[in-house]
T-cell receptor, first 119, second 110 residues
Framework: DTAVSQTPKYLVTQMGNDKSIKCEQN?????MYWYKQDSKKFLKIMFS???????INETVPNRFSPKSPDKAHLNLHINSLELGDSAVYFC??????????????????FGPGTRLTVL | SQKIEQNSEALNIQEGKTATLTCNYT??????LQWYRQDPGRGPVFLLL?????KEKRKERLKVTFDTTLKQSLFHITASQPADSATYLC?????????FGAGTTVTVRA
Protein backbone atom coordinates (compact mmCIF):
# COMPACT_ATOMS: atom_id res chain seq x y z
CA ASP A 1 0.00 0.00 0.00
CA THR A 2 1.43 3.35 -1.03
CA ALA A 3 1.34 5.77 1.90
CA VAL A 4 1.67 9.02 -0.07
CA SER A 5 1.02 8.90 -3.79
CA GLN A 6 1.32 11.57 -6.47
CA THR A 7 0.19 11.76 -10.06
CA PRO A 8 1.59 12.16 -12.58
CA LYS A 9 5.18 11.06 -12.01
CA TYR A 10 6.38 12.97 -15.05
CA LEU A 11 4.89 16.07 -16.61
CA VAL A 12 6.29 17.71 -19.74
CA THR A 13 4.51 20.80 -20.99
CA GLN A 14 4.92 24.04 -22.88
CA MET A 15 5.43 27.46 -21.35
CA GLY A 16 2.16 29.22 -20.67
CA ASN A 17 0.12 26.07 -20.09
CA ASP A 18 -1.84 25.27 -16.92
CA LYS A 19 -1.26 21.95 -15.16
CA SER A 20 -2.24 20.13 -11.97
CA ILE A 21 -0.51 17.61 -9.74
CA LYS A 22 -2.53 15.41 -7.40
CA CYS A 23 -1.54 13.98 -4.05
CA GLU A 24 -3.24 11.48 -1.77
CA GLN A 25 -2.19 10.02 1.59
CA ASN A 26 -3.72 6.98 3.28
CA UNK A 27 -1.93 7.43 6.61
CA UNK A 28 -4.77 9.26 8.33
CA UNK A 29 -2.56 12.32 8.80
CA UNK A 30 -3.96 15.78 9.42
CA UNK A 31 -1.22 17.80 7.74
CA MET A 32 -0.04 17.82 4.13
CA TYR A 33 2.69 19.76 2.33
CA TRP A 34 4.01 20.69 -1.08
CA TYR A 35 7.75 21.04 -1.61
CA LYS A 36 9.82 22.06 -4.62
CA GLN A 37 13.23 20.49 -5.21
CA ASP A 38 15.30 22.35 -7.74
CA SER A 39 18.23 21.18 -9.85
CA LYS A 40 20.60 21.76 -6.93
CA LYS A 41 18.54 19.29 -4.89
CA PHE A 42 17.47 21.98 -2.45
CA LEU A 43 14.11 21.04 -0.93
CA LYS A 44 11.96 24.05 -0.15
CA ILE A 45 8.48 24.14 1.35
CA MET A 46 5.76 25.87 -0.64
CA PHE A 47 2.50 25.22 1.20
CA SER A 48 1.13 23.35 4.17
CA UNK A 49 -2.45 22.43 5.05
CA UNK A 50 -3.75 21.21 8.38
CA UNK A 51 -7.25 19.73 8.39
CA UNK A 52 -7.90 21.31 5.00
CA UNK A 53 -6.86 24.77 6.22
CA UNK A 54 -3.86 26.58 4.75
CA UNK A 55 -1.27 27.15 7.50
CA ILE A 56 1.90 27.83 5.56
CA ASN A 57 2.17 29.82 2.36
CA GLU A 58 5.77 30.61 1.56
CA THR A 59 6.79 33.23 -0.94
CA VAL A 60 5.38 31.43 -3.93
CA PRO A 61 4.03 33.13 -7.09
CA ASN A 62 0.25 33.26 -7.04
CA ARG A 63 0.29 31.20 -10.24
CA PHE A 64 0.57 28.29 -7.80
CA SER A 65 -2.69 27.43 -6.09
CA PRO A 66 -3.05 24.50 -3.70
CA LYS A 67 -6.38 22.95 -2.93
CA SER A 68 -7.32 20.46 -0.24
CA PRO A 69 -10.76 18.92 -0.86
CA ASP A 70 -10.35 16.72 2.23
CA LYS A 71 -7.65 15.75 4.74
CA ALA A 72 -6.36 12.95 2.54
CA HIS A 73 -5.85 15.01 -0.60
CA LEU A 74 -3.79 18.04 -1.52
CA ASN A 75 -3.59 19.11 -5.13
CA LEU A 76 -1.39 21.74 -6.74
CA HIS A 77 -2.52 23.76 -9.73
CA ILE A 78 -0.04 25.85 -11.66
CA ASN A 79 -1.14 28.53 -14.13
CA SER A 80 0.89 30.05 -16.94
CA LEU A 81 3.86 27.75 -16.50
CA GLU A 82 7.34 29.28 -16.82
CA LEU A 83 10.73 27.73 -17.55
CA GLY A 84 11.80 28.33 -13.95
CA ASP A 85 8.98 26.12 -12.70
CA SER A 86 10.87 23.07 -13.94
CA ALA A 87 11.71 21.03 -10.85
CA VAL A 88 10.62 17.99 -8.90
CA TYR A 89 7.55 18.61 -6.73
CA PHE A 90 7.04 16.50 -3.64
CA CYS A 91 3.94 16.05 -1.61
CA UNK A 92 4.33 15.02 2.04
CA UNK A 93 2.17 14.42 5.08
CA UNK A 94 2.63 14.36 8.83
CA UNK A 95 0.39 13.47 11.76
CA UNK A 96 0.26 17.12 12.78
CA UNK A 97 2.25 20.30 12.24
CA UNK A 98 5.36 20.65 14.33
CA UNK A 99 5.30 23.03 17.25
CA UNK A 100 8.22 23.81 19.50
CA UNK A 101 5.96 25.16 22.23
CA UNK A 102 3.75 22.08 22.40
CA UNK A 103 6.52 19.56 21.80
CA UNK A 104 4.78 18.18 18.71
CA UNK A 105 7.03 17.01 15.92
CA UNK A 106 6.28 16.81 12.22
CA UNK A 107 8.03 13.69 10.97
CA UNK A 108 7.08 13.74 7.34
CA UNK A 109 6.24 11.05 4.81
CA PHE A 110 7.01 11.99 1.24
CA GLY A 111 5.49 10.95 -2.03
CA PRO A 112 7.59 9.76 -4.97
CA GLY A 113 7.71 13.19 -6.59
CA THR A 114 6.49 14.68 -9.86
CA ARG A 115 9.17 15.79 -12.29
CA LEU A 116 7.86 18.84 -14.11
CA THR A 117 9.64 19.96 -17.26
CA VAL A 118 8.56 23.19 -18.90
CA LEU A 119 9.74 23.64 -22.50
CA SER B 1 19.92 35.39 7.43
CA GLN B 2 19.05 31.80 8.21
CA LYS B 3 21.35 29.15 6.85
CA ILE B 4 21.67 25.36 7.01
CA GLU B 5 24.95 23.94 5.76
CA GLN B 6 25.75 20.30 5.29
CA ASN B 7 29.44 19.53 4.98
CA SER B 8 30.65 18.44 1.64
CA GLU B 9 28.26 17.79 -1.19
CA ALA B 10 29.72 14.32 -1.62
CA LEU B 11 31.39 11.81 0.65
CA ASN B 12 33.10 8.68 -0.67
CA ILE B 13 34.04 5.98 1.80
CA GLN B 14 35.14 2.37 1.87
CA GLU B 15 32.70 -0.31 2.94
CA GLY B 16 32.95 -1.05 6.63
CA LYS B 17 34.14 2.44 7.58
CA THR B 18 32.14 5.06 9.44
CA ALA B 19 30.67 7.95 7.50
CA THR B 20 30.27 11.20 9.44
CA LEU B 21 28.05 13.94 8.07
CA THR B 22 27.67 17.40 9.56
CA CYS B 23 24.77 19.81 9.63
CA ASN B 24 25.50 23.36 10.82
CA TYR B 25 22.88 26.02 11.18
CA THR B 26 22.76 29.78 11.69
CA UNK B 27 19.94 31.93 13.05
CA UNK B 28 17.65 29.03 13.88
CA UNK B 29 16.52 27.86 17.29
CA UNK B 30 15.21 24.40 16.52
CA UNK B 31 13.42 22.40 19.17
CA UNK B 32 14.36 19.30 17.20
CA LEU B 33 16.26 18.20 14.15
CA GLN B 34 15.55 15.38 11.71
CA TRP B 35 17.60 13.37 9.25
CA TYR B 36 16.20 11.97 6.04
CA ARG B 37 17.57 9.70 3.34
CA GLN B 38 16.85 10.33 -0.33
CA ASP B 39 17.58 7.87 -3.12
CA PRO B 40 17.74 9.02 -6.77
CA GLY B 41 14.30 9.55 -8.24
CA ARG B 42 12.51 9.05 -4.91
CA GLY B 43 11.15 11.12 -2.09
CA PRO B 44 13.03 11.60 1.20
CA VAL B 45 12.53 8.95 3.87
CA PHE B 46 12.63 9.79 7.57
CA LEU B 47 15.48 8.22 9.56
CA LEU B 48 15.89 9.85 12.96
CA LEU B 49 14.66 12.74 15.07
CA UNK B 50 16.59 14.28 17.95
CA UNK B 51 15.25 16.92 20.33
CA UNK B 52 17.21 19.87 21.68
CA UNK B 53 17.46 18.31 25.14
CA UNK B 54 18.87 15.04 23.76
CA LYS B 55 22.56 14.66 23.14
CA GLU B 56 22.50 11.48 21.12
CA LYS B 57 20.08 9.13 19.37
CA ARG B 58 20.74 5.74 17.84
CA LYS B 59 18.94 3.47 15.43
CA GLU B 60 20.70 0.31 14.33
CA ARG B 61 23.93 1.48 12.62
CA LEU B 62 22.91 5.15 12.66
CA LYS B 63 23.80 7.66 15.34
CA VAL B 64 22.86 11.32 15.57
CA THR B 65 24.18 13.95 17.95
CA PHE B 66 22.82 17.44 18.52
CA ASP B 67 24.83 20.27 20.05
CA THR B 68 22.74 23.43 20.41
CA THR B 69 25.75 25.40 21.65
CA LEU B 70 27.77 24.63 18.54
CA LYS B 71 24.56 24.76 16.46
CA GLN B 72 25.53 21.48 14.89
CA SER B 73 24.29 17.94 14.36
CA LEU B 74 26.49 15.00 13.40
CA PHE B 75 25.11 11.96 11.62
CA HIS B 76 27.14 8.76 11.69
CA ILE B 77 26.72 5.60 9.65
CA THR B 78 28.82 2.87 11.21
CA ALA B 79 29.98 -0.29 9.40
CA SER B 80 28.84 1.32 6.17
CA GLN B 81 27.53 -0.81 3.32
CA PRO B 82 27.06 -0.09 -0.40
CA ALA B 83 23.30 -0.06 0.28
CA ASP B 84 23.85 3.05 2.44
CA SER B 85 24.76 5.02 -0.69
CA ALA B 86 22.24 7.86 -0.93
CA THR B 87 21.80 11.56 -0.21
CA TYR B 88 21.23 12.44 3.44
CA LEU B 89 19.32 15.58 4.37
CA CYS B 90 19.10 17.32 7.70
CA UNK B 91 15.95 19.26 8.50
CA UNK B 92 15.32 21.78 11.26
CA UNK B 93 12.06 22.58 12.95
CA UNK B 94 11.30 26.15 11.96
CA UNK B 95 7.99 27.58 13.12
CA UNK B 96 5.49 24.90 12.00
CA UNK B 97 7.62 23.81 9.07
CA UNK B 98 10.85 22.01 8.30
CA UNK B 99 13.79 23.75 6.68
CA PHE B 100 16.10 21.38 4.84
CA GLY B 101 19.81 21.44 4.12
CA ALA B 102 21.01 20.77 0.59
CA GLY B 103 22.14 17.27 1.51
CA THR B 104 25.33 15.23 1.42
CA THR B 105 25.62 12.42 -1.12
CA VAL B 106 27.33 9.38 0.34
CA THR B 107 28.89 6.72 -1.87
CA VAL B 108 30.09 3.55 -0.17
CA ARG B 109 32.63 1.58 -2.22
CA ALA B 110 32.68 -2.20 -1.92
Amino acid sequence: DTAVSQTPKYLVTQMGNDKSIKCEQNLGHDTMYWYKQDSKKFLKIMFSYNNKELIINETVPNRFSPKSPDKAHLNLHINSLELGDSAVYFCASSQEPGSATSGRTDTQYFGPGTRLTVL
Amino acid sequence: SQKIEQNSEALNIQEGKTATLTCNYTNYSPAYLQWYRQDPGRGPVFLLLIRENEKEKRKERLKVTFDTTLKQSLFHITASQPADSATYLCALDNDYKLSFGAGTTVTVRA
